[in-house]
């Protein structure tokens, strides 16, 4: 569900968290207008912002582990983990995490890539959160649900600052309810970096 | 924090130290990792520990919080594990410094020595002002060839680098004389 149509409805933070998003036209190729949140970032207000909407939603639901998708959820799942005294679990492309592996193979446009999450890093029956910078057709979160399940994890929500629901109305991927903060946008506000 | 009397000054140390020994404990070794003869520092078991975690945040924000830090630069990608608590603790802008073709506006490039061949780190364009103060990410400073190279994309845009920040230092590689006249602090050092 959109934050906006759970309670934020005309919330200053999160029109502040959708303005400092930059849009750059046809990365990483033509037709995809990119949301970049490299500009949230420079915005310390709206960071916390994001960050504190997140942890108020998260912090009192016994979550035990965070979950974030290489590279950009290492930016957002570190401080709500903090925040709400949670372990940090990375989810990585191949080879990258030294110890013993599980991986879970999932489906680009043109091929196919993998996530991995180190064994013994989520116990059975833990509670987690999972968390990436923007969820798009799901792929990527799918497979991180997969990963976290396959390790007997309860995978309470996935959040992400940016998204769509992946078929109208829809706001469930694989049975795990998604939450998100602001819609892509189509154009961008003017703005000088 | 101004310490007048010893005790004082001897609990802060002492406080330190246990954070500092936890820390340290919860960082799993892994040998032969990427390769033979390497034993690779771990930091993702320390992750798993939520008191370690925190405990490595404060120690870096109580050093830089009085020092007027205006933009944290985190090194892809354990680089962005710490760099934005730290930044966020602050008040301090976050700056991701990335692999090629990962940024998606304009950016500059600054090309790095590997033991074999080469590699290239990028930041975007207007993300740093000329005489910003910042301060410099990454989980584990070794031979000093990325944190040099952040260094430069920093200095060429005018910004002042005060001072780069490590969890754990490889100390036999001897990355901290490559830094040359940068200041590095780190909180683990290890001689595997």
């Not at chain 1, 930016?75 to 191949?94: S, T």
């Not at chain 1, 829809?170 to 998604?178: A, I, R, S």
Request: hydrophobic share 45%.
């Amino acid at each position: 569900m959109f934050a906006e149509e759970n309670g934020f409805f005309g919330d200053p933070r999160i029109k502040a968290i959708s303005d400092a998003i930059r849009v750059v036209p046809h990365f990483p190729k033509p037709g995809i207008m990119f949301q970049d949140i490299t500009t949230l970032l420079l915005d310390p207000k709206a960071f916390r912002y994001t960050i504190d909407i997140f942890v108020d939603r998260y912090r009192d639901k016994n979550i035990s582990l965070v979950a974030g998708v290489e590279a950009r959820g290492f930016i957002f799942g570190p401080p709500i983990a903090l925040a709400i005294g949670a372990k940090f679990v990375p989810l990585r492309k191949p080879r990258k995490l030294p110890g013993e592996v599980i991986s879970e193979a999932y489906v680009l446009e043109y091929g196919t890539d993998c996530l991995e999450m180190h064994v013994g890093a989520v116990q059975p029956g833990e509670s987690v959160l999972i968390v990436d910078d923007l969820v798009a057709t799901g792929g990527t979160l799918s497979a991180a649900i997969r990963l976290l399940e396959r390790a007997g994890a309860e995978v309470v929500e996935c959040a992400c600052v940016i998204g769509l629901p992946l078929v109208k109305g829809n706001w469930k991927l694989n049975g795990v309810p998604l939450y998100v903060l602001v819609e892509p946008r189509l154009d961008d506000l003017e703005r000088t970096l | 924090m101004a310490a007048t009397n010893s005790d004082h000054i001897q609990t802060d140390a002492a406080v330190k130290d246990v954070r500092i020994s936890r820390i340290s404990s919860s960082i799993r070794v892994i040998p032969d990792f990427p390769k033979p003869g390497i034993m690779f520092q771990d930091i993702t078991t320390m992750l798993l520990d939520p008191v370690a975690f925190k405990d490595t945040i404060d120690l870096f924000v109580e050093r830089y919080r009085e020092k007027n830090i205006s933009v944290v630069a985190g090194v892809e990608a354990r680089g962005f594990i710490f760099g934005p608590p730290i930044a966020l603790a602050l008040g301090a802008k976050f700056v991701p410094i990335r692999k090629p073709n990962k940024l998606p506006g304009e950016v500059i490039s600054e090309e790095y020595s590997l033991e074999y061949g080469t590699d290239i780190m990028e930041m975007h364009v207007g993300a740093v002002q000329k005489g910003e103060r910042v301060l410099v990410i990454d989980d584990l400073i070794a031979t000093g060839g990325t944190l040099v190279a952040a260094i430069k994309l920093l200095e060429r845009v005018g910004a002042d680098v005060v001072e780069c920040a490590c969890v754990i230092e490889l100390a036999d590689l001897k990355g901290r004389d490559r830094l040359g006249d940068k200041p590095l602090f780190v909180l683990v050092s290890s001689t595997c």
